[in-house]
């Protein structure tokens, strides 16, 4: 059972950043498949970036503004975003799946979310 914790979500201004960290415990951080993906109220789950071992995907509306990384020695998956825009404002989930995919029933295990709110 993997357990899957993210913080640094925030309120900030368009054009900032943020950087969201997921620490997970439990199984084998590094062979995981580690996946970044945000939701709004009444509407669908969406995938925002992916990394499994060195592979990684980003979706194309995060493209060239969002990155994925990872660090194995503190089972840590990270997503730097920058030059934010309202419309990612969003919940944000990090998953952990056995494969490096954007598909959402690919993903095992859940964390709870952190709220990403950006203004105007």
């Known amino acids: 059972q993997v357990q899957l914790v993210e913080s640094g979500g925030g309120l900030v201004q368009a054009g900032g950043s943020l950087r969201l960290s997921c620490v997970a415990s439990?199984?084998?951080?590094?062979?995981?498949?580690m996946g970044w993906f945000r939701q709004v109220p009444g509407k669908e789950r969406e995938f925002v970036a992916a990394l499994r071992w060195s592979t990684g995907s980003t979706g194309d509306s995060v493209k060239g503004r969002f990155t994925i990384s990872r660090d194995n020695a503190k089972n840590t998956v990270y997503l730097q975003m920058n030059s934010l825009k309202p419309e990612d404002t969003a919940v944000y989930y990090c998953?952990?799946?056995?494969?490096?995919?954007?598909?959402?029933?690919?993903?095992?295990?859940w964390g709870q979310g952190t709220q990403v709110t950006v203004s105007s």
């Open positions: 439990g199984g084998t951080f590094s062979s995981y498949g």
């Open positions: 998953a952990a799946s056995r494969y490096l995919t954007t598909v959402i029933s690919e993903y095992d295990y």
